[in-house]
């Protein structure tokens, strides 16, 4: 979708959210607003796009009571906003659009978090991502090391970016909004999203992206949309495994699975921001295992967060079941780095060319 | 010698004083904090039970000054009938003397240790002897005194006695000097509030070294001072009956009918008949084991409850809810006075109220004011049964939130009258465990938590309605107003959503530019005159349509409209003003109407 049609799309569904409230109390109800309810029993697996959507759960809004009604109004309030910001061709941050609810009167928010769920709210009515209403995140993305080769569509002008001869050796800064960067052309076979920051640097100080051809994604803890965004354009442009590596804890395996799957809170926008064909490379509790990693003990949190896994449906497969229950039994976990204790390049010389050939990536 | 001669020696008599000496604690002197509240305790009580005696209003006067390093001169004045000089160095310097000890009826102060403990106290930490000022009436010139108590004889010392130039007609003054710290101020203002919370009749000012403070009364209604009574048969020792008895001249089944309460003949000629004796026999000469006999049939057979109204003396409810409402302030008090009831021959009674929202905190227990015959605890409240009967009752099916004690802004008041108060110990900080009066203060207690369940369910329902009510008339066309202007539509009317939600009278008021708009929507079938009255700092003298009356009150200007409002018909006035203040709607139920200030 070009940036025009996506303008015009959200433009028309914000009208149309508009208009189905005029009309409501033209006809004397009260206004209403029906939303999926936005919680883990309800999201179900879309067999077509591959990745996990909200249910037929809906939760109706009414504004019969004042809590309700002021939520409207709040939505009213923002849904002018992104109008005039549309018609002006202009666009804020989420934390800018908090800032200038101060002048909202009744409408204004309370905190940060309400306005942020107030638009994810938006894109699900909507059905348009928040780009289209010319809003974005305030963090940015994380970076990207490898053989390809992008344009970016910047402020100052069109650029060409090779990811391995044009950047830094922090690699290049992934843009808010991915929808202006048009993939050129790459030499990868892989592409491999690590969790932290330690072995993403480790994997290009020991040159494993040239040795493997490999794309390396810093993710930064649990990633932004438009981290999810760029793995899964790379995914469905170049047709590419994409291969998740984190930390061996519940946390963890809930980055892979929102970079896999998609996550609860923006399950609405699953199809655009999840990578279906993402794989999980480790940690494994069975290399903690296998490899007899330094390892500390689970907390009770852990294991609750284990045990929430397992009824999660994102992670509903033998191999997950296997997994977490081996790790409840072992009642242990690793980091991503605990492979440094046999040596620093025991992780690209040894452990990822077993798995990858293992998992007949290689 | 034999070692019985050797012990022999070194046995003899402990006179009470000497004996308090060495156990402070039981008086409430065991630390020099406690000393100070356990001192202004016993001299007011004794304030209060003189001026219910001589039926006067109470006028306190208690001052805490500090005189030197630990030195603190406390002074207790009252207006009450005074004391005859004759008697103020046994009142003052002799423990266990006093008037009320030997009569059965409801009085603050019992056993008459309190105030002349403190004098031994104070004698004991400063040295310094009390001085006591009294007069009894305006033909009597007033008479002044320091005291000391002989401590091995337990009799009063008098240091010196003159007659004394006092300002006041009758009354008495108390100057007692001791060995103290003020670290107990919080806890004796709170005992001062209490004391004047259950005591609305009376008046306290208080001068802490430079600060003051007043605590007024509620009621001008003095106090029928409680009326003494005979002892019950279910209420007497066995001491108390040979006394009784070695003192009469009278034959048994006489003694029995007008010595004791609620016997009578029958019943008299019943007691003789079963404890074996005839009832021509004096009593002056039966022996231990036919008194022995006496006492159990007493005990035996049944008596009618002693009478209670004359010699207790609750506060009622009226009062305690105006007596609590003065000092705290409160969204609901409830009171209940129990029906008199007796436990061991003694009459009790059990008055306890509740109090709700308002400045209480919202958060931890609730507040517990626990007295006994209008004193109040203030020590040992895990002891005493009034907190266990607070405990036991399920406040959770009250909807109160509940560890042991409810919880939330809630204030709980229990106040057991008795001509006996059953305290754990001397110091009387504790009711004990007696099951006839906890069985009353739980059936208080519960019958209040029903009163405060209807009132809280109320209040949310409201909440509730009150909360609709704001969605649709304030909010709603907020919506209306944003939605109109982004589909670029005319503005869309809401009065048919209000009308059609609300079915009642809704009155609205709003200030746009300097404009205040009343208005009001009337969607229910009422035809009347409708009054509408509006408080607030506008004069409203441009207002169309004019008020038909206007009154000013310091600043604030009362318009009233009269209106008669067809049913699905609106009236509107509009004036010149900043808005804020009162709406009120007259002439139509409660339940029919609403208002609604949209600038809120």
Not at chain 1, 164 to 173: F, N, P
Not at chain 1, 310 to 339: C, H, M, V
Not at chain 2, 424 to 452: N, W, Y
Not at chain 2, 533 to 549: C, G, L, M, R, V
Request: glycine share 6%; net charge neutral; aromatic share 8%.
């Amino acid at each position: 979708m070009s940036k025009e049609e996506l303008e015009k799309k959200s433009m028309a569904s914000l009208i149309r959210i508009a208009t189905s409230w005029y009309d409501q109390m033209k006809a004397g109800e009260v206004p209403s607003i029906s939303l999926p309810t936005r919680t883990k029993y309800n999201i179900e697996f879309d067999d077509t796009s591959e990745v996990w959507k909200y249910g037929d759960r809906e939760s109706m809004r009414t504004a019969a009571s004042a809590k309700s009604a002021t939520h409207l109004l709040k939505m009213a309030y923002v849904i002018g906003f992104v109008k005039q910001q549309l018609l002006e061709n202009r666009s804020s941050t989420l934390r800018e659009m908090y800032y200038i609810s101060e002048g909202w009167k009744r409408a204004k928010f309370g905190a940060q978090e309400e306005s942020n769920f107030l638009i994810e709210d938006l894109e699900i009515i909507s059905e348009v991502p928040r780009e289209g209403f010319h809003l974005h995140p305030e963090e940015n993305g994380a970076s990207i090391y490898g053989p390809m080769k992008i344009r970016e569509e910047t402020r100052r002008g069109m650029r060409a970016i090779h990811c391995q001869d044009d950047v830094g050796q922090a690699g290049y800064t992934i843009p808010n909004n991915v929808e202006n960067i048009e993939f050129v052309d790459h030499d990868a076979k892989f592409v491999i999203a690590l969790e932290t920051g330690g072995m993403y640097d480790r994997l290009i100080e020991n040159g494993f992206d040239e040795e493997y051809n490999a794309i390396l994604v810093h993710l930064k803890g649990q990633p932004a949309r438009s981290t999810r965004r760029m793995l899964n354009k790379i995914s469905s442009t170049w047709n590419l495994p994409v291969l998740v590596f984190t930390d061996g804890d519940p946390w963890s395996y809930r980055i892979f699975a929102s970079v896999a799957y998609g996550a609860i809170k923006s399950a609405h926008m699953s199809e655009m921001l999840a990578t279906p064909k993402a794989q999980f490379l480790g940690l494994q509790p069975s290399d903690i295992r296998d490899y007899n990693l330094p390892s500390d003990k689970l907390t009770e949190k852990d294991v609750e967060a284990l045990n929430a896994e397992l009824t999660d449906p994102r992670f509903s497969t033998e191999y997950w079941k296997k997994q977490i229950n081996l790790q409840i039994e072992l009642g242990l976990k690793s980091e991503q780095q605990a492979f440094a204790a046999r040596g620093l390049d025991f992780v690209t010389k040894k452990y990822l060319p077993a798995r990858l050939t293992d998992m007949g990536v290689i | 010698m034999v070692l019985a001669d050797e012990l022999a020696k070194q046995q003899r008599s402990i006179s009470v004083a000497e004996f308090f000496e060495k156990n402070k604690h039981l008086l409430g002197f065991d630390s020099p904090t406690r000393g100070v509240i356990t001192t202004i305790k016993e001299a007011v009580d004794n304030a209060l039970d003189a001026c219910e005696e001589a039926q006067v209003l109470p006028d306190i006067f208690i001052s805490i000054k500090k005189i030197s390093n630990e030195i603190f001169r406390i002074i207790v004045e009252d207006n009450g009938p005074g004391i005859v000089p004759a008697q103020v160095p046994f009142v003052f310097g002799k423990l266990l003397y006093g008037s009320r000890f030997h009569q059965i009826r409801q009085s603050r102060g019992q056993q008459g240790i309190g105030i002349s403990a403190a004098v031994l106290y104070a004698q004991l930490t400063s040295g310094i002897p009390t001085i006591v000022i009294s007069r009894t009436g305006p033909k009597e010139s007033a008479y002044k005194c320091e005291i000391q108590i002989k401590i091995e004889t337990n009799e009063p010392d008098i240091v010196s006695e003159q007659p004394f130039e006092w300002d006041r007609i009758h009354g008495t003054r108390v100057q007692i000097e001791f060995k103290s710290t003020m670290s107990a101020k919080k806890k004796l203002l709170e005992y001062l509030k209490y004391t004047s919370i259950v005591n609305p009749h009376a008046r306290f000012r208080v001068e802490l070294d430079d600060e003051a403070f007043t605590f007024d009364r509620v009621s001008h209604e003095i106090i029928t001072c409680p009326v003494a009574i005979q002892p019950h048969p279910h209420g007497i020792e066995f001491g108390q009956l040979k006394r009784m008895a070695e003192a009469s001249n009278a034959k048994l089944s006489d003694f029995l009918v007008e010595s004791f309460s609620r016997v009578g003949k029958k019943i008299a000629l019943d007691i003789c008949e079963r404890a074996g004796l005839t009832s021509t026999v004096k009593v002056k000469g039966l022996t231990a084991v036919q008194l022995k006999a006496l006492l159990g049939a007493m005990q035996a057979v049944t008596v009618p409850a002693p009478p209670t109204t004359q010699c207790l003396s609750p506060i009622g409810e009226e009062l305690i809810r105006r007596g609590l409402d003065k000092e705290f302030h409160m969204d609901f008090v409830a009171a209940r006075t129990r029906p008199s009831s007796v436990f061991s021959g003694h009459p009790f009674m059990v008055e306890a109220a509740i109090g709700y929202g308002g400045k209480l905190p919202v958060e931890g227990n609730a507040i517990v004011l626990r007295f006994a015959n209008r004193v109040p605890l203030m020590y040992q409240q895990g002891a005493c049964a009034i907190t266990s009967c607070i405990s036991n009752v399920n406040w959770k099916s009250y909807n109160i939130s509940q560890q042991a004690l409810p919880m939330g802004p809630i204030l709980i008041l229990v106040h057991v009258a008795s001509t006996n108060v059953p305290f754990t110990s001397e110091s009387k900080d504790a009711i004990a465990s007696i099951p006839e009066i906890e069985k009353e203060i739980v059936l208080a207690l519960q019958d209040l938590g029903r009163d405060l369940k209807l009132f809280v369910s109320r209040r949310d329902k409201n909440k509730v309605a009150e909360d609709r009510a704001r969605a649709v008339c304030a909010i709603i066309p907020e919506i209306a107003a944003k939605v109109s202007e982004i589909v670029e539509k005319p503005l869309v009317d809401t009065s048919p959503i209000e009308g059609k939600l609300m079915r009642k009278l809704i009155a609205k008021k709003w200030t746009r530019d300097g404009k205040v708009t009343i208005e009001l929507s009337n969607y229910t079938t009422h035809e009347g005159e409708i009054a509408i009255y509006d408080i607030s700092y506008d004069n409203a003298t441009d207002a169309f349509p004019k008020a038909d009356f206007v009154s000013e009150l310091d600043g604030q200007f009362t318009k009233v409209w009269k209106a008669i409002i067809p049913p699905q018909t609106a009236w509107q006035v509009s004036y010149t003003g900043k808005g804020g203040g009162l709406l009120e709607i007259r002439g139509i139920d409660d339940n029919k109407k609403m208002v609604v200030d949209l600038d809120v």
